[in-house]
């Protein structure tokens, strides 16, 4: 029967599960970075705050993709219950819900005693009067600020468990090669730190745009190059695996390898480019900002590309 | 202990379809948008003039070890201990994770449109009340009445038998362990039950 075989990809999960998948592993690790960073290598009030709100920013537009696309958002409840894990302890979706939500607690907290104490959010309309209030003051004073560190490694390990996931959950579909190996959550964890570096590089360049910051922005841009090298080995093993691996696989693998979005676009652009990019400002320095700015820009972007086909080039083996 | 399990002899599928007519009407399924819980695959194989036509039913295998049930993450997917995996549609949200496990392609959503459609192709009968994938249950209601999955009872060439794998006398059990029918891809690690005998050694 097996030489009937036929070979489709999926229409199922498409588009929006890439910006899910990438949104996700994104916010998750720019709040791990942020985080990490402030409890281990500079205080930093601008960079916490930013990479918090802006990471659980992320998270919310990331899930409300998939929210929206479900058959019928009301069971959602069902996911949300943290008792869930007890009842479907195999299902990556719904530790990875958990991850996501705990995650944005943890993130809200460890942020909150730099929110009372920013002037400039006691002063916005809305946002300010709740600052003021005094059960914010106690709350921040009290347990936030008590056990400051305890909940930044909270967030940490949620964090770290979200970007995980979006790797495990393709993982977990048996019938697709691509998809179904230990190195696509590896692959997926290291373009979401390396992405999150981008980011945050981004913000450091563009927005924080603090003096003192040039030895975090040193650390950053060495930290992502080592990544985007690790991002490039993974992919080269992949495309050994997927060459002399089953029909699925090398199907896959043909989609992949003959597509000029994957090969210029993420493999070019988004990869090998911010590479030495990243790598010469490494060894020699750059003297302006736009080369750092030019390859965050392409990492980020390089970073949905991958989501983006390997959600589309997933092959399924059917014998009919 | 009863283990349900279907047998499929493609030398016997006519093609005629009336397995999916059988089981759209007895599990109202959105048969409007082409969407079926057991279908036939028409198929050309061969070239030149050596070409033969092949019917190939498929369903839900009512995997041992199903992978929709893993991933499921609310567990609406669950398993009876016959082995006929289910869903249940108040604790289903459709993120649609059990289709994109499935390596069969025995997943099939129902909207709510299909829901308000469903309510005037079936009239009063009509029984679900809200959107969530489905997939085929063996026609677990039949069996309880002691009869036959609908696309079995309707089978004109016999194509299908239905079973207990517990029961050595069953010759559906027996056709399993003869190794005549075969499961699907059974290297995915899924232990399927729904069997196949093939029709290519026959036809030469």
């Known amino acids: 029967m097996d030489v009937t075989m036929s070979y489709t990809t999926q229409e199922i999960w498409t588009w929006w599960i890439a910006v899910y998948l990438y949104l996700g592993g994104l916010g998750a690790a720019t709040l791990v970075v942020t985080f990490l960073t402030d409890m281990y290598l500079k205080n930093h009030r601008a960079l916490v705050l930013w990479g918090a709100f802006s990471g659980i920013a992320m998270l919310s537009v990331g899930s409300l993709m998939l929210f929206i696309h479900l058959l019928d958002p009301r069971a959602v409840l069902h996911v949300i219950n943290p008792l869930v894990l007890f009842r479907q302890p195999h299902s990556w979706i719904a530790w990875g819900t958990q991850f996501i939500i705990w995650m944005m607690w943890w993130g809200l907290f460890y942020a909150l005693p730099y929110l009372v104490q920013s002037e400039r959010a006691r002063k916005l309309p809305l946002l300010g009067a709740v600052l003021r209030l005094k059960v914010m003051n106690r709350l921040s004073n009290r347990c936030c600020l008590r056990f400051h560190k305890t909940i930044g490694w909270l967030a940490t390990i949620n964090g770290i468990g979200v970007a995980v996931y979006t790797g495990l959950l393709l993982q977990s579909f048996p019938a697709v090669a691509l998809w179904h190996n230990p190195g696509v959550p590896l692959l997926f964890t290291v373009s979401a730190f390396s992405t999150a570096l981008a980011y945050l590089l981004l913000l450091l360049n563009l927005v924080i745009k603090h003096e003192d910051d040039y030895y975090l922005k040193v650390f950053y841009e060495r930290t992502d190059t080592m990544l985007i090298a690790a991002e490039l080995v993974i992919l080269f093993s992949f495309f050994h695996y997927m060459a002399a691996g089953n029909e699925s696989a090398f199907r896959s693998a043909q989609l992949l390898w003959q597509d000029m979005g994957w090969l210029i676009g993420f493999i070019g652009l988004g990869l090998i480019v911010p590479f030495l990019l990243e790598l010469k400002g490494v060894i020699k320095g750059w003297t302006g900002r736009l080369p750092i700015v030019t390859a965050s820009v392409l990492v980020l972007a390089g970073g949905y590309l991958l989501r983006h086909y390997f959600m589309y080039a997933g092959v399924y083996a059917h014998p009919w | 202990m009863t283990r349900f399990a279907m047998v499929i002899d493609l030398n016997t599928c006519v093609g005629c379809n009336a397995c999916m007519a059988a089981c759209a009407m007895e599990n109202q399924t959105p048969v409007w948008k082409n969407k079926w819980r057991t279908y036939v695959h028409d198929k050309e194989i061969g070239s030149g003039e050596d070409v033969h036509r092949r019917f190939f039913p498929r369903l839900c295998n009512h995997c041992d070890n199903p992978p929709c049930l893993s991933v499921c993450p609310t567990g609406a997917t669950y398993k009876l201990d016959n082995g006929i995996v289910k869903v249940d549609e108040a604790l289903c949200m459709g993120c649609r994770a059990c289709a994109m496990a499935c390596p069969y392609d025995a997943r099939l959503e129902v ?67 003869r190794g005549v029918a075969r499961p699907l891809m059974p290297h995915l690690g899924t232990r399927p039950n729904v069997y196949y005998i093939d029709d290519l050694k026959r036809r030469g």
């Not at chain 2, 829901?115 to 009968?125: C, I, K, L, N, S």
């Open chain 2, 111 to 177: 909207t709510h449109d299909d829901v308000e459609t469903g309510r005037d192709f079936y009239g009063e009968a009509y029984r679900r009340s809200r959107p969530s994938m489905d997939k085929c249950t063996f026609c677990d209601h039949r069996l309880e009445q002691g009869l036959q999955p609908a696309c079995v009872e309707t089978c004109v060439g016999s194509a299908r038998q239905f079973g207990d794998l517990d029961d050595p006398n069953d010759p559906v059990a027996q056709m399993v362990a």
